[in-house]
């Protein structure tokens, strides 16, 4: 079993940056593909960032491309998404996942086998 938690989620104007973090447990974190999804209101969970195992494969939603940035770190058994120039739209409960069985998850949520709880981040225009 892994644990996966979120943090970092908050209410900020338009413009402003947020960092969101994504704990998971095991000591072999390194295997894990990542990925962060996203949920508004009425809407189907999309798909935000993907990283791969090494770091060496990385994908956005176009609309966050130049605006966001996945990032890991094997040895806090972290995962980052860095959101700057935050937009109403990006409104929504994020969610990260994690999947130990691939080398790369990219955007197809049924491929990653743990989630979180996710953390919600409101922009306000």
């Known amino acids: 079993q892994v644990h996966v938690v979120e943090s970092g989620g908050g209410l900020v104007q338009a413009g402003a940056s947020l960092r969101l973090s994504c704990a998971t447990s095991?000591?072999?974190?390194?295997?894990?593909?990542m990925g962060w999804f996203r949920q508004a209101p009425g809407q189907e969970r999309e798909f935000v960032a993907a990283?791969?195992?090494?770091?060496?494969?990385?994908e956005y939603k176009d609309s966050v491309k130049g605006r966001f940035i996945i990032s890991r770190d094997n040895n806090k058994n972290m995962v980052y998404l860095q959101m700057n120039s935050l937009q109403p739209e990006d409104t929504a409960v994020y969610y990260c996942?994690?999947?130990?069985?691939?080398?790369?998850?990219?955007?197809?949520?049924?491929?990653?086998?743990?989630w979180g709880q996710g953390t919600q981040v409101t922009v306000s225009s």
């Open positions: 095991g000591s072999t974190f390194s295997t894990y593909c």
């Open positions: 990283i791969s195992r090494s770091g060496g494969s990385i």
């Open positions: 996942a994690a999947d130990p069985s691939r080398y790369y998850g990219g955007t197809v949520a049924t491929h990653y086998e743990y």
